[in-house]
């Protein structure tokens, strides 16, 4: 008899746990369910983003389409097109790779977040460094619950010019944590300047059906006079297309220490690494004057700022609020934007153009879903 049970009873305990094995096939065979595991496994290992991705599975648990729809807002673009390298930043570092044989290290390159360094007032999650003299007292809650003006009545009309005082700013091309200094990162090629960055926040514009301008115009030919150059471009767009509701004059930072080592400002967003974004907004103090609307860039500023910090938290570096003008007076919604610093890679600019492109995405299909 007690054979008889042992036997019946292994063979219970086998059917079961071929019935669990097929099971567990079976459910790990679907579509979403390997997207999501697949996607997170490859891209977001235990970076800040992974977490929060897995805490907002495991919170509801079922697939509410979170790769789509919670970061990139428009489903034509998946979370793995903003993370992938193109194809021709990959064929430029492949070109250095082979080309940098003979490299000498001259100086350190430090990667380092820019977060609570010199912040004057935390609103939320926006941090702004106010190096004003006059303005220490704007109410920046206040400010930051107005909302930018911003009215697309017509998607195929020019809502957005990007362009580039400092046209032929550009990256290091390897991370390697050292940099040569016979290597100039300044470049006339629209494939490494800052005209390949500004194409990565146009296509992402482009994407979500708005129709952009981007100007690709060298403007630093002479470095002295750029701005008085690249003004005369901006004036021209906005008598030809009034219809633009922003305007973006996309940078890159330089930052060197008294050692001569370099920082490149650096985010992990969604497992890779992205350099960081200063947005700078300007304001009529002292010598500045002519500059009515500044409080109108300052409250796109403070919008654009809020809404990359909530899609993608540590990419932006302190909102840089300060007595300037750079040719910021010449419309509202009108910003400078630093994308990272001259020791970040181009891969790291170019990512952050993409994560800058979907934030202004969500930015304006916000205004649409009110007007």
Same mark, same amino acid.
């Given at each position: #008899? ?112 820019? #977060? ?124 030809? *297309? ?8 996309? *940078? ?63 990419? #932006? ?55």
């Amino acid at each position: #008899m007690k054979n008889r049970f042992d036997t019946i009873y292994n063979a219970v305990t086998l059917l079961t746990a071929v019935f669990t094995v097929a099971a567990i096939a079976f459910i790990t065979s679907s579509a979403p369910y390997a997207a999501i595991v697949g996607f997170i496994g490859r891209n977001l290992s235990t970076s800040a983003s992974a977490k929060v991705y897995m805490n907002n599975l495991l919170s509801d648990g079922k697939d509410k389409n979170i790769l789509t729809s919670d970061r990139t807002v428009y489903t034509a673009n998946p979370l793995d097109e903003l993370t992938r390298t193109p194809e021709d930043i990959k064929q430029l570092i492949e070109t250095a790779k082979a080309n940098s044989a003979d490299d000498k290290k001259d100086g350190n390159i430090i990667s380092k977040p820019y #977060m609570q360094n010199s912040v004057s007032k935390k609103v939320g999650n926006v941090l702004v460094r106010n190096n004003t003299t006059t303005q220490q007292s704007l109410d920046l809650e206040r400010i930051l619950q107005d909302k930018p003006e911003i009215n697309i009545t017509d998607k195929s009309k020019p809502a957005v010019l990007i362009f580039h005082t400092h046209t032929t700013e550009s990256y290091e091309m390897l991370d390697r944590g050292w940099y040569a200094q016979d290597y100039i990162t300044r470049s006339n090629s629209a494939e490494r300047n800052m005209v390949r960055v500004g194409k990565e926040i146009k296509q992402q514009l482009e994407k979500a059906g708005y129709s952009v301008i981007h100007d690709t115009e060298i403007h630093d030919a002479k470095y002295t006079g750029a701005y008085a150059h690249s003004r005369k471009s901006v004036e021209d767009y906005l008598k030809k *297309h009034p219809e633009i509701q922003i305007v973006l004059d996309v *940078h890159r930072d330089a930052i060197e220490q008294d050692d001569g080592t370099r920082i490149k400002p650096t985010a992990n967003i969604l497992g890779k690494d992205a350099a960081q974004i200063m947005i700078i907004s300007g304001c009529e103090e002292g010598k500045v004057t002519d500059f009515p609307g500044w409080k109108k860039n300052l409250t796109f500023a403070l919008e654009l700022q809020s809404v990359c910090e909530e899609m993608y938290p540590g990419l #932006m570096r302190p909102v840089y609020f300060c007595q300037r003008k750079y040719n910021m007076d010449l419309s509202q919604n009108n910003l400078l934007v630093e994308m990272g610093s001259s020791a970040n890679t181009l891969e790291e600019a170019a990512y952050s153009g993409r994560l800058l492109g979907s934030a202004l995405v969500k930015l304006l299909n916000s205004t649409q879903s009110k007007g």
